[in-house]
C-alpha cells in the first residue's frame, strides 16, 4: 500500500522563478492538503483539495495556487519566488469518510525547496 | 500572538526520565487536539489524539484542559527512540491543523 509520495525531493530556485510540487496521496484517500515548514517552525496550512477543488485555504498569497486532478493527485505551484519562500513543503492526504476530529493526516516526505 | 504556543525546548533527558510538554492554543473554538511526531528531516506522524478526559497510550499521557486552553504530554521512562521534535496541533475548523513550532527532546543514555 503506496503512502504519500511527493516529488521532486529537493530543488533549487532563484528569485522570481516559479515552482511546481507534486503529491500522490496515499491509496484510498481524497483529500489532499499542503503545509509549508519553515526551519525551526511547525508546519503552516497552505490550503487543502477535495473533489478537485480548493475548498480551505490559510493565510498565504495569492502567488501559492494549486490544482487536484480526477485521481486526486495534486500540484502545488508558487509563483514570483522569494527567498522566504525557502521551506520544506508538506503534503497531507486523508479521507473525507474519516471525520476531521480524528485529525489523522498522511503526509509524504516533502519537497526541500531552496531559494537563492 | 500565535495560535499555538509550545516551549521550543530542548529538554535533554536521561534514559528512564519522565518528561512533560506543555502547549496553549488561542482559540477557545477549537474543536480537535493532537499531538504529532517528527524525527529529524523526516515528516510528521500523529502519536495520539488528545480528550478532556485524558488518554493513554503505553508510555505516552496527554491531558486537555478546556477551561485554561492547554494541552500537555508526559512522557514515562523515556528511551533513546523518543528522540525527536513533539509538535502540538489544534484543529479550529474544516480539516486545516494548526501545528506549533514544536518541542525538541533529546534523550541520552
Known amino acids: 500500500d503506496a503512502g504519500v509520495t511527493q516529488s521532486p525531493t529537493h530543488l533549487i530556485k532563484t528569485r522570481g522563478q516559479q515552482v511546481t510540487l507534486r503529491c500522490s496521496p496515499k491509496?484510498?484517500?481524497?483529500?489532499v492538503s499542503w503545509y509549508q515548514q519553515a526551519l525551526g517552525q511547525g508546519p503552516q496550512f497552505i490550503f487543502q483539495y477535495y473533489e478537485e477543488e480548493e475548498r480551505q485555504r490559510g493565510n498565504f498569497p495569492d502567488r501559492f495556487s494549486g490544482h487536484q486532478f480526477p485521481n486526486y493527485s495534486s500540484e502545488l505551484n508558487v509563483n514570483a519566488l522569494l527567498l522566504g519562500d525557502s521551506a520544506l513543503y508538506l503534503c497531507a492526504s486523508s479521507s473525507r469518510r474519516t471525520p476531521s476530529y480524528t485529525g489523522e493526516l498522511f503526509f509524504g516526505e516533502g519537497s526541500r525547496l531552496t531559494v537563492l | 500572538r500565535k495560535e499555538v504556543e509550545q516551549d521550543p525546548g530542548p529538554f535533554n533527558v536521561p534514559e528512564g526520565a519522565t518528561v512533560a510538554f506543555n502547549c496553549t492554543y488561542s482559540?477557545?473554538?477549537?474543536?480537535?487536539f493532537f499531538w504529532y511526531r517528527q524525527d529529524c528531516r523526516k515528516e510528521p506522524k500523529l502519536l495520539m489524539s488528545?480528550?478532556?478526559s485524558g488518554n493513554e497510550d503505553g508510555r505516552f499521557t496527554a491531558q486537555l484542559n478546556r477551561a485554561s486552553q492547554y494541552i500537555s504530554l508526559l512522557i514515562r521512562d523515556s528511551k533513546l527512540s523518543d528522540s525527536a521534535t513533539y509538535l502540538c496541533v489544534v484543529n479550529f475548523s474544516g480539516y486545516a491543523l494548526n501545528f506549533g513550532k514544536g518541542t525538541s527532546l533529546l534523550v541520552t543514555p
Open positions: 491509496s484510498g484517500h481524497d483529500t
Open positions: 488528545v480528550y478532556s
Open positions: 482559540n477557545s473554538a477549537s474543536q480537535s
